[in-house]
């Protein structure tokens, strides 16, 4: 991508700080019984008393997801660490540490305010909350081609299409109820209301790569797209544009609706099975100013001809004319050119969870699996998990667990401090075992933190 798309990068980062949080709650609190927050992953899951969220502080989230980490690009050799692309370094080696999508997704969320009571027959929530997504998706033939380029014979194809960094930001007010319908089944579901206060994303749609003995040639096709807040510069002659700058618009970026749905079935004395969808639903941004390539720019490369030659009568070099000509094709083959506004239409990252939870010594300990697919967004993620669940205190809860998923494995814990009008929780999912010194995470970077204050009020209520 040339400098254009490279802003967009900034900008997503810049947008993620500014925007705001996200409100995400971590897979491990799913069998805890009185963590005020479990029902974002499960309508259903309800809690024995009512609460309210200290503003701000209710339920505070950062999250990393990586099927990547320092140990994919970074190797020892001797007393220096060398990049993935020395010499010393073979392409098998590295290429085994890919696989056909590679991502790296950071959340970041933050309750504005959350409480919920029970009336009505059940218990109702209010939630009112930020959210940010943002995430770099890329093939591996990317780094393929990055690392091998073209085969010693034959013809070399890559295709590097997809290659997509994007940021959605957006406020989301959710209205649930949760009930029991007898003494086994319980059903909860959600209303979602979003704001849209921000989105950027950039993209290469398709990226063909094809080089031989005899020539290399590029087709590719892109775009680029940003809401108010990002204000593109263009060449008021050509359309390309040159540069961007972030605006003072911080107005309505768009609309969206979405609905969660939850079940709880108590199979025997003990077991009790789950099964949620959240976040059914999409996303409307509005007058999304856009970019695009030029479809029918191709390169082509033959080969340098008159090397060695002398200046014309000019004084140019024809060698240096097509130095000259092969950057000016790369330049135009990466440009992208004003193509007015749009709306765009996404739909929500929806995720499905299924549970199990067994319970022994009058429920001081169970045991819980747990599997969560999310089929939205860019890349579909599926995770399992098993949990042990420890009660022996009714103030004191700790969950202790392990997960298995596509963006590799790790395990993870989460307390939760529970006296009588006071609730304090803060964990992790995904502990990263080991980091560099600069605190980053060797393997995988996965890695997740969340806490949150809140206080109970009202009759308990038996769940």
């Excluded at 295709?159 to 997509?164: A, E, L």
Aim: include cysteine; proline fraction near 3%; charged fraction near 20%.
């Amino acid at each position: 991508m040339n400098h254009n798309a490279k802003y967009i990068v900034t900008i997503c980062a810049g947008l993620m700080l500014a925007s705001g949080l996200s409100a995400q709650t971590l897979n491990s609190s799913y069998f805890m019984e009185k963590m005020t927050n479990r029902n974002k992953l499960n309508p259903a899951l309800k809690t024995p008393t009512g609460y309210v969220s200290l503003p701000v502080l209710g339920n505070f989230y950062l999250g990393v997801n990586s099927n990547l980490g320092l140990g994919t690009f970074l190797y020892p050799r001797g007393n220096e660490l060398v990049t993935f692309l020395h010499e010393s370094v073979p392409a098998d080696e590295f290429l085994g540490k890919l696989t056909a999508n590679n991502t790296v997704e950071l959340d970041l969320g933050m309750d504005i305010i959350s409480f919920g009571f029970w009336a009505w027959g059940g218990q109702n929530t209010f939630n009112l909350a930020l959210k940010s997504q943002t995430g770099v998706y890329m093939p591996k033939e990317i780094f393929q081609f990055l690392k091998t380029g073209q085969e010693a014979t034959g013809v070399t194809h890559y295709d590097m299409s997809n290659i997509t960094v994007a940021t959605d930001n957006y406020l989301e007010l959710a209205l649930g109820h949760a009930r029991d319908i007898n003494d086994k089944l319980s059903v909860g579901a959600k209303v979602k209301v979003l704001v849209g206060a921000a989105h950027a994303e950039a993209r290469i749609d398709r990226m063909d790569i094809t080089m031989s003995q005899d020539e290399w040639s590029i087709k590719q096709s892109g775009h680029i797209q940003a809401s108010s807040l990002l204000q593109f510069e263009t060449d008021p002659e050509t359309g390309e544009i040159t540069d961007y700058d972030i605006g003072d618009n911080f107005g309505v970026g768009g609309f969206g609706l979405g609905f969660d749905l939850g079940a709880t079935y108590e199979l025997i004395d003990n077991l009790t099975l789950s099964a949620a969808l959240t976040d059914i639903g999409f996303m409307n941004w509005n007058n999304l100013t856009r970019g695009e390539t030029d479809p029918n720019n191709e390169f082509l490369y033959t080969g340098f001809d008159n090397i060695g030659a002398e200046d014309d009568e000019n004084g140019e070099n024809p060698f240096d004319n097509k130095v000259d000509e092969l950057q000016d094709d790369l330049e135009a083959l990466a440009k992208f050119y004003a193509s007015g506004t749009k709306s765009a239409t996404k739909s929500l990252r929806t995720t499905m969870r299924i549970g199990a939870e067994y319970s022994i010594l009058s429920d001081k300990i169970s045991f819980g699996v747990l599997s969560t697919t999310r089929f939205g967004g860019y890349r579909t993620y599926a995770e399992g998990m098993a949990a042990v669940n420890f009660r022996p205190l009714s103030a004191l809860h700790l969950t202790l667990n392990g997960s298995v998923s596509n963006m590799g494995s790790s395990v993870g814990a989460i307390l939760n401090i529970c006296a009588p009008g006071f609730n304090l929780f803060f964990g992790t999912d995904y502990f990263a075992t080991k980091y560099s010194t600069q605190f980053i995470p060797i393997n995988h970077a996965r890695a997740n933190f969340s806490f949150g204050i809140n206080f109970t009020f009202g009759k308990k209520h038996e769940i």
